[in-house]
């Protein structure tokens, strides 16, 4: 079977060799690239210009963007079908295309994501190493803990306060270099599809800078409705750990403290939300008053087979409705999830209508293709290409950051930062 022939249907003239080639997994693709870059943002806007209302979310925002990073390059691996050629896009890196090029980027940003985590939490690290070192008759699990945090220091003990300054000074210096690295390791994907002459659709040079608007709205979207169901969580523990240790705050204290943060945050996420929506609205606008020559079959695409994926999935429920609500006053937690997770079906619909529906169409300009995602996978090609391929790839970093957060605490941690 020839690829793309399982999910791919066919309407009117269309060429023999045609098919919807980059399906589900290349939609991923930009998606969760966009929330890592989307989530550093905003861990920047603390570190970087000095909000200190989003102190408690920056570093988590931090940790958030470390594990979603390893996740970037995962839809490729399940879209190529010799996925072990992927790590030589790492080893040898260069300039010649835009996905060589994503080597070197991806390389520097995590290297940059890298270093911030450990001058933020290099305190922690002193401080547990320390601590465990004077445990007597320790444990296996404390024995490991001592070794990994002793390991995580790198020989760096000096905790005294120019130390920490300097930490500080360090952690301003690489938010502040890694923003542009950050909008250029998503802008690029944007770049690819913005630099396809032969597609109609995705011919255009606002298409790299609408791609970085929208992962800025997706990461601080993402982010804060994990922070939010975190600090959940964290409320139902911290009240049943209460009773035994009476220090601990109290659930209305960090429900207040939630809240705040929240509200905080939205007004971001706004800001960005109609950054995105602009450049959007100007691209569809341009393209209609100028009526270029692929224009007749951009309007049946547009304005007739994907009309509801963007003017009602994408601009409607995912950009008006999420507006409105934030836009409402006295945001509450429910309203800010429901506002969140709406703006995060936006982004993705405004990525699946790019992918897809920039493929919708046959270059006779004059058949049209629509894709049908796999649900069941009965192949590893239906996996990877389908439903259960995609939801693979959106809980992995759920996965790493429980995983950090055994390492890397996201609150109550007590330093000059």
């Keep these: 079977m020839v690829h793309g022939e399982a999910w791919t249907i066919k309407e009117f003239f269309v060429y023999p060799n045609e098919y919807i080639y980059w399906t589900i997994q290349i939609v991923m693709y930009p998606f969760m690239t966009g929330l890592v870059a989307g989530a550093f943002v905003l861990s920047?806007?603390?570190?970087?210009?000095?909000?200190k209302q989003l102190k408690d979310i920056a570093r988590f925002s931090l940790v958030?963007?470390?594990?979603?990073?390893?996740?970037?390059?995962?839809?490729l691996l399940f879209h190529l079908l010799q996925p072990q050629r992927g790590i030589y896009v790492m080893l040898t890196p260069h300039f010649s295309s835009a996905i060589a090029a994503f080597g070197i980027v991806f390389t520097t940003y995590g290297m940059i994501v890298a270093s911030e985590l450990w001058f933020v939490y290099r305190k922690y690290f002193v401080e547990t190493a320390l601590e465990l070192r004077k445990v007597g008759g320790r444990t296996f699990g404390q024995h490991f803990r001592h070794l990994l945090y002793s390991i995580l220091t790198l020989g760096a003990w000096d905790i005294s306060e120019h130390a920490l300054e300097r930490d500080e000074k360090a952690v301003r210096v690489l938010a502040g270099g890694g923003i542009p690295v950050a909008c250029f390791l998503h802008g690029y994907a944007g770049f690819i599809f913005g630099s396809v002459k032969a597609n109609a659709l995705w011919m255009t040079p606002l298409m790299p800078v609408i791609f970085i608007c929208s992962a800025v709205v997706s990461g601080i979207a993402l982010c804060m409705i994990t922070y939010i169901v975190t600090m959940e969580i964290r409320k139902l523990i911290v009240a049943w750990k209460r009773k035994q240790y009476p220090e601990l705050p109290s659930p209305e204290e960090l429900k207040s403290a939630e809240v705040q943060v929240v509200t905080m945050t939205a007004r971001y996420l706004i800001m960005f939300l109609i950054l995105a929506i602009t450049l959007e609205l100007l691209d569809l606008i341009f393209r209609g008053y100028t009526a270029v020559k692929s224009w007749d079959i951009l309007r049946s695409v547009i304005y007739g087979k994907d009309f509801v994926s963007i003017f009602i999935l994408q601009y409607g429920i995912g950009n008006l409705v999420p507006f409105i609500l934030f836009l409402?006053?006295?945001?509450?937690i429910r309203r800010a999830v429901v506002g969140t997770m709406l703006v995060l079906l936006g982004v993705f619909m405004m990525r699946w209508n790019v992918v897809i529906g920039g493929q919708a169409f046959s270059s006779s300009f004059a058949g049209f293709m629509e894709y049908r995602l796999p649900i069941w996978p009965g192949s590893m090609e239906l996996y990877r290409e389908g439903l259960f391929g995609a939801l693979t790839v959106a809980v992995t970093p759920f996965i790493l950051f429980w995983i950090l957060t055994k390492i890397l605490p996201v609150f109550d941690v007590k330093d000059s930062h």
């Design 328 to 332: 409402l006053p006295r945001l509450t």
């Design 44 to 51: 920047s806007l603390y570190h970087v210009f000095g909000v």
């Design 64 to 75: 958030f963007s470390f594990a979603l990073l390893p996740v970037a390059m995962m839809p």
